[in-house]
Nanobody, 132 residues
Framework: QVQLVESGGGSVQAGGSLRLSCEAS????????????MGWFRQAPGKELEVGAV???????HYSDPVNGRFAVAKDKAKNILYQQIDSPKPQATGMYYC??????????????????????WGRGTHVAVST
């Protein structure tokens, strides 16, 4: 089993900063944690899920254009936690942030991890509201 629990959401002013956490657990994950790719996705009200940042099992990363330069993703492998640092967010960054994970297929093109369908395991999300 794989469980993902997000935390760290809340209200932040545009130009501020926030750090989201995603704690991974479960017998399946604990046995194979080094094999997992993970990602952060955002869902704005009335919109579809959009990828924000992904990190593969080899720690390579990819950021979508809207967050590139302002978001940073990192793993704490000792604690099984995935972080997403959000700096200088814009109001458009408001939404529910979901953490996703699955065993990496080690695809040559990390852009494949942008797809929602690459992940079987999802957390329940944490909400971020960015105000002006």
């Amino acid at each position: 089993q794989v469980q993902l629990v997000e935390s760290g959401g809340g209200s932040v002013q545009a130009g501020g900063s926030l750090r989201l956490s995603c704690e991974a657990s479960g017998s399946t994950y604990n046995r194979n944690y080094w094999r997992y790719c993970m990602g952060w996705f955002r869902q704005a009200p009335g919109k579809e899920l959009e990828v924000g940042a992904v990190i593969d099992s080899d720690d390579s990363t990819h950021y979508s254009d809207p967050v590139n330069g302002r978001f940073a993703v990192a793993k704490d492998k000792a604690k099984n936690i995935l972080y997403q640092q959000i700096d200088s967010p814009k109001p458009q960054a408001t939404g529910m942030y979901y953490c996703a994970a699955d065993v990496s297929q080690l695809r040559k093109d990390i852009l494949a991890l942008r797809k929602v369908g690459e992940y079987r395991y999802w957390g329940r999300g944490t909400h971020v509201a960015v105000s002006t």
